[in-house]
């Protein structure tokens, strides 16, 4: 327990000479030029090499995941990239790509340029749809041994329990907090057995954050939380607005997801429950993670009334939604709508 602890605060503390040592301890050279990069999970940062492109070094949070996870990661990044899909992999050194380096576990990986997908280009979003149906492809060939599975409960209700077993919520929400709660999860359960979904490898948190697109080429990066779930959890992040704004959006992503893969229609059931399931888990990661004081820093709004009010509000959005026929979807009109 104690050397748990220690490693936790050593990832807190992580210093400059911290993270080039660790670069340096795989034989690489740093240049001593660091750039902080856009993580809060994890510690990333691009890493200046002498001679040679920058690298982007990856810190694990200590007690996440274990080796073992981190290591299946790699491996199924690695096996996309050797059935060519578009993934930036770890790079190993004498076989590993998870190192250690004192107190800390990292990885480090090519630096690839691009930009965040624009979801109003119908001809990238069906570019992307291939990309997740390559992956599929490769996902359902095997099964994950030490990955989670997404699952309402573990995503779901063990979030709410969480946020009600702690003195985070006002008072006098508590009891509306917990009764909403209970109402979503049964709607979400019950939209999961209507759409009695196979489950498979997935990329698990594939949003337009984790796509870079280069020269109009997309590449995936961050398969940090990678996962078995239905195939759906990897296309609905890329649908936004309302209804009739979506529905022209999901005929490009299946167009081309449909090149490579069937997709089963009845798994759109789980979009507005997947997204519910989002919300719930999005406060509860906040909450657990509130004792690291970089998140103090970056989500300084959480936990405040106007935060719980805005979460209760937009939970009771989706109690409305999950009421609602899910979004259609007709294949033989998805090529002509996709462009």
């Not at 301890?25 to 030029?33: E, F, M, N």
């Not at 979801?119 to 997740?132: C, E, I, W």
Request: with cysteine; glycine share 6%; proline share 6%.
């Amino acid at each position: 327990m104690k050397g748990r602890q220690d490693d936790s605060l050593a990832y807190q503390d992580l210093q400059p000479d911290d993270i080039l040592d660790s670069v340096e301890s795989l034989g690489l050279r740093c240049d001593g030029r660091l750039l902080p990069l856009n993580s809060y999970e994890n510690r990333v940062y691009q890493v200046g090499i002498e001679a040679a492109p920058p690298v982007v070094a990856k810190f694990y949070r200590p007690g996440r995941w274990s080796d073992a996870a981190i290591r299946e990661e790699h491996d199924f990044a690695a096996e996309l990239a050797s059935r060519e899909v578009p993934v930036v992999a770890p790079l190993r050194r004498d076989g590993r790509s998870l190192h250690r380096h004192g107190a800390f576990r990292f990885s480090v990986s090519p630096r690839v340029a691009g930009r965040e997908p624009e979801l109003d280009d119908f001809s990238l979003l069906r570019q992307l749809g291939r990309l997740v149906g390559r992956l599929h492809l490769c996902g359902e060939t095997r099964s994950f041994e030490h990955r989670p599975e997404l699952t309402p409960a573990r995503l779901g209700k063990a979030s709410s329990d969480y946020l009600l077993g702690r003195d985070l919520l006002p008072e006098a929400l508590r009891p509306a907090y917990r009764s909403l709660c209970r109402d979503v999860l049964a709607a979400v359960d019950q939209a999961w057995v209507r759409a009695d979904a196979r489950t498979l490898r997935l990329h698990g948190d594939f949003h337009p954050g984790n796509v870079l697109v280069h020269e109009g080429q997309a590449r995936i990066v961050d398969l940090d939380d990678c996962c078995t779930g239905p195939a759906v959890q990897d296309l609905w992040m890329f649908l936004s607005g309302d209804r009739a704004e979506q529905e022209p959006q999901l005929a490009a992503l299946l167009a081309g997801y449909a090149e490579f893969r069937h997709f089963d229609a009845a798994e759109l059931q789980l979009v507005e429950a997947l997204r519910s399931l989002r919300i719930m888990h999005y406060a509860g990661w906040l909450a657990r993670r509130w004792d690291d004081p970089a998140f103090r820093i970056a989500f300084p709004w959480f936990g405040t009334p106007r935060y719980w009010d805005e979460h209760v509000l937009s939970l009771r959005e989706q109690l409305a939604l999950l009421q609602e026929p899910p979004l259609e979807w007709q294949p033989e009109r998805s090529a002509e709508n996709a462009y």
